[in-house]
């Protein structure tokens, strides 16, 4: 088949694209040869910050309008090639120091292909990430190189997991090959061979229906109540399998779906928060969850903040608080400040300023910035028992996520001062990949928090957080639908009252994340995980079949 997009005349020429292409032109094809040549050095894309076009889809505040935002923030990335995949030195989000743009460019591919004047071809999948904020832009960029030189280089975006600012990007500029200097490039290669092979095995969703063929699965309940517009991705684990749905774009399916980057907002309350404190409490003991704030957070030290532990900030229970109506703080300025804020001082600041109205642990009222003091205690906990160069997000990476063999996509999150060396927000600023969520909600119900053959979470709070502790079910919380809430996660009880099928009544917990981001957690080993951004929470259709598949019971 011959190429009539992105022809290697088109990334030769100097006129400017004047719009986006279907991303398939973007993909590996299936004539595709291995690559004639080896790519390992530096990819520098040069004159981003005045190159390219965008066009604004969704913007009520305004950020289009704002130059800078429009372009790429500075790109230049080593990468190492196996094969035929094209794998960056350096993955998951970095801080480019653009004023609007954090950058993470994932593992891509190489190949040659007819018509291409003998060069190889690539292509690699990247992601803006709105500076201070988890906002994620999915994009891709191809090039053709040999030898000392490259091709210029063309990108675009079309698609994102973002409620507020949706665009099309695109681009065409030149870029500079400079080869070699990678230090340790057999490791990085044997790394990524290792992360390939250790993925979930994944099929297609409509398997889920072959692969059990008797128990009715109704297919059209995944996905279910999302705008297809708005959908990025969604996917069932069972059984070990990662049955995903598509990843679509406004110019078709994503070229990589397996490496679509997902911001995890709320969902890090569970996945960070709640996962930390089970960490510590596997370490030091569950008494850890009751460590009081001000014996961590010097700047807590505010008769206000009296008898607040750790427990009640990651239950949303601090009897701090201006409105006890259901997320209104969330939405009110107080909350808007502690988002806007970039400095730790600042960020810290406004999420202690709530005034003081109920005991602890008598009313939820959800803040994110609650998860952000619970975080910022844990990380003193830890500095206490293993030194101040300990990093509570550290530790969870290495002693949990990484056990679990979540990748290093998913390996970063977003920290106060745009810095590496900033604290973690705790609350949001986590990064997925499907198969990396998949993983996460595999270790908490099918593998009960055990990682490579060792017990990495608390038994006890894990129960506790997944409602299999009856003693201990968290608080009820307000709202149209009352849920529980406990240790960062949310919970709906289900009973014949929702579906005669349901002969006994349980419970589901789920993370939940802004603008349609759910990971429901069934209580018989199986999680269904859908990002989207036009602010629907559609997934009890899909408890319905997984009860066809495995009855649920406790919980």
């Known amino acids: 088949m011959t190429r009539t997009v992105l022809t290697a005349a088109e990334l030769a020429s100097t006129t400017a694209p004047a719009g986006t292409v279907p991303n398939d032109a973007f993909a590996l094809p299936a004539e595709a040869m291995m690559p004639k040549h080896t790519f390992e050095g530096t990819l520098t894309l040069n004159d981003v910050g005045s190159s390219g076009g965008l066009t604004a889809l969704k913007d009520p505040y305004g950020y289009a309008t704002l130059a800078p935002l429009r372009h790429l923030p500075p790109v230049s990335v080593q990468l190492v090639q196996n094969g035929s995949h094209l794998v960056p030195v350096v993955r998951g989000v970095q801080y480019t120091g653009s004023p609007y743009w954090n950058l993470a460019i994932g593992a891509g591919r190489a190949w040659s292909e007819k018509g291409d004047r003998g060069q190889s071809r690539a292509s690699l999948p990247f992601a803006l990430v709105e500076r201070n904020a988890n906002c994620v832009h999915n994009g891709v960029l191809t090039f053709l190189f040999k030898k000392n030189k490259v091709s210029n280089v063309r990108y675009q975006i079309t698609s994102e997991t973002c409620q507020y600012f949706q665009f099309d990007m695109w681009g065409q500029v030149s870029a500079s090959y400079t080869p070699g200097g990678i230090v340790n490039a057999a490791d990085i290669r044997n790394a990524y061979a290792t992360e390939v092979a250790d993925r979930l095995p994944s099929k297609p969703i409509s398997t889920l229906a072959t692969d059990n063929p008797g128990a009715g699965i109704d297919l059209s309940a995944f996905g279910r109540g999302i705008t297809p517009s708005a959908l990025s991705a969604y996917g069932f684990v069972y059984d070990g399998v990662n049955y995903v749905g598509d990843c679509p774009t406004r110019q078709g399916a994503y070229p990589f779906c397996s490496q679509l980057l997902l911001p995890s907002y709320s969902t890090a309350k569970s996945a960070f928060g709640g996962l930390a404190l089970m960490r510590l409490a596997q370490k030091y003991g569950p008494d850890v969850s009751e460590e009081l704030l001000e014996d961590h957070i010097p700047e807590a030290s505010a008769s206000s903040w009296d008898d607040v532990t750790i427990d009640h900030a990651l239950d949303m229970t601090t009897g701090n608080y201006s409105s006890a109506g259901y997320q209104a703080d969330e939405a009110g300025p ?163 009252a929702d579906n005669a099928a349901f002969t006994s009544a349980f419970s589901v917990p789920f993370m939940s994340g802004f603008g349609g981001i759910t990971v429901a957690l069934m209580p018989n080993g199986s999680s269904y995980y859908v990002f989207s951004d036009n602010d629907e929470f559609a997934w009890r259709d899909v408890v319905t079949e997984s009860n066809k598949l495995d009855s649920m019971t406790g919980g």
């Open 334 to 496: 107080t909350m808007s400040s502690f988002f806007l804020a970039e400095t730790y001082t600042d960020k810290l600041t406004a999420a202690l300023s709530y005034p003081h109205k109920a005991a602890p642990g008598s009313i939820w009222t959800y803040h994110t910035s609650d998860t952000f003091l619970a975080v910022r205690a844990m990380d003193d906990v830890l500095k206490e028992r293993e030194g101040a160069g300990s990093d509570i997000f550290a530790m969870l990476r290495d002693e949990v996520l990484e056990p679990a063999g979540v990748g290093p996509d998913s390996l970063t999150t977003l920290r106060t001062d745009n810095a590496p060396t900033g604290e973690p927000f705790g609350g949001y600023g986590m990064f997925w990949t499907p198969d990396d969520i998949a993983k996460v909600a595999k270790l908490l119900v099918a593998d009960d928090g055990v990682a490579g053959g060792t017990q990495v979470l608390h038994p006890g709070l894990l129960d506790a957080s997944l409602q299999r502790d009856a003693s201990d079910r968290g608080i009820t919380t307000g709202g149209p639908t009352p849920f529980h809430y406990n240790n960062g996660f949310w919970a709906r009880d289900f009973s014949s």
